[in-house]
């Protein structure tokens, strides 16, 4: 007579040890941080950020990050007076909460600055995640990207001029979070390589050192023109104490 509960409450313990585990909010922050520099933020669509399940390939969240380029003080100082914190409140983030059952081995993969095309790069890190422990102590889940933002201000592309005239290059260079390169500030000039690359209708390279003219916080040269034709022009920026490269390129008529 009592043989029968007791068979039906062993069968409920052993439904409730067989039954999953029931899925756990876990939040999850990304940050993105130019090399040598600040956030990247600011920009309507600074950076796009991609989480997938590491084994399997679903894609579990993505979105773009939003916010500011942060207190430089306290990125420059590596958080020294913030617990080793580097970002602040408004600081650039992608916030997303997923809802996970178990541990899961999860890739981040971070592509930005969108704005600046030539200089777009892509990162991606891959950690585990544990259902219920949130990932947003400190920076959350901080992620680094390599480069500089190059752009030709002049000449424009495909610009006609007169063979034997000098075209005048202008470039402006910055740190991937659009951050300037001046003579003081903490970005300097003088660590900075800026050269151009000419060719003239396929014809042997010709380098071209620009220098930094601080009334425009631009790199500037000038190129000669002899043959008519096509010259085209390859911009290179170097950092060499925090291996930061950027490239860009233009090219114009001669007749």
């Not at 090399?35 to 669509?45: E, I, N, P």
């Not at 809802?99 to 600055?113: K, L």
């Not at 104490?241 to 390129?249: E, K, R």
């Amino acid at each position: 007579m009592h043989l029968l509960p007791r068979l039906l409450g062993a069968a409920a313990m052993l439904l409730l040890a067989i039954r999953p585990a029931a899925a756990e909010p876990t939040r999850i922050d990304v940050r993105v941080i130019a090399r040598g520099a600040k956030f990247l933020g600011g920009y309507t669509a600074p950076v796009w950020v991609t989480l997938t399940d590491a084994d399997t390939g679903e894609t579990l969240a993505r979105g773009f990050t939003s916010g500011t380029t942060g207190d430089t003080q306290r990125i420059m100082t590596g958080g020294k007076d913030s617990g080793g914190k580097r970002s602040s409140a408004d600081t650039a983030v992608f916030r997303t909460t997923l809802d996970i059952e178990g541990p899961r081995r999860i890739t981040a993969t971070v592509t930005g600055p969108l704005s600046q095309a030539q200089a777009t790069t892509t990162a991606t890190s891959t950690h585990w995640v544990l259902p219920g422990h949130d990932v947003t102590a400190t920076d959350g889940w901080l992620i680094e990207l390599p480069g500089l933002i190059v752009d030709i201000a002049d000449p424009i592309a495909y610009r006609w001029v007169t063979a034997g005239e000098t075209v005048p290059l202008r470039v402006g260079v910055t740190m991937l979070c659009g951050c300037a390169i001046s003579q003081v500030g903490p970005w300097r000039a003088s660590d900075t390589e800026v050269e151009a690359i000419v060719t003239s209708n396929g014809g042997a390279l010709r380098r071209l050192p620009l220098r930094f003219d601080p009334a425009s916080a631009t790199f500037t040269a000038n190129i000669p023109t002899q043959a008519a034709g096509l010259y085209e022009v390859e911009v290179r920026g170097w950092v060499a104490a925090s291996n930061n490269a950027g490239v860009a390129h233009t090219a114009f008529f001669a007749r």
